[in-house]
């Protein structure tokens, strides 16, 4: 199976915005799941965003408002847009699709 790859990560300051990307995410099953994940130091990992068969998309109260998640099934790429980023948003974010799992992105926001 093609691996999950996830890229966008960095330094942001408080208030700006970035965009995750996740290479590989397509469907291989019905129904699928797929969804953004984050884990901060000393913390379990928690669910951010997700979307699914009939896209039905859901948010973590701490990403509503804030976040977008989104996908382009033809190009197996699966997006969180960001904005409005606070220090607590500070994580290895983590992309997941029927089954898989990326290695993780650092986004830090910091002044």
């Known amino acids: 199976q093609e691996p999950l790859v996830e890229s966008g990560g960095g330094l942001v300051q408080p208030g700006g915005s970035l965009r995750l990307s996740c290479a590989g995410a397509?469907?291989?099953?019905?129904?699928?799941?797929m969804a953004w994940y984050r884990q901060a130091p000393g913390n379990s990992r928690e669910r951010v965003a997700s979307i699914s068969s009939g896209e039905i998309i859901n948010y973590a109260t701490s990403a509503k408002g804030r976040f977008t998640i989104s996908r382009d099934s033809n190009k197996k790429l699966m997006y969180l847009q960001m904005n409005n980023l606070k220090p607590e948003d500070t994580a290895v974010y983590y992309c997941?699709?029927?089954?898989?799992w990326g290695q993780g992105t650092q986004v830090t926001v910091s002044s």
């Open positions: 397509g469907n291989v099953s019905t129904p699928w799941f």
């Open positions: 997941y699709s029927s089954g898989k």
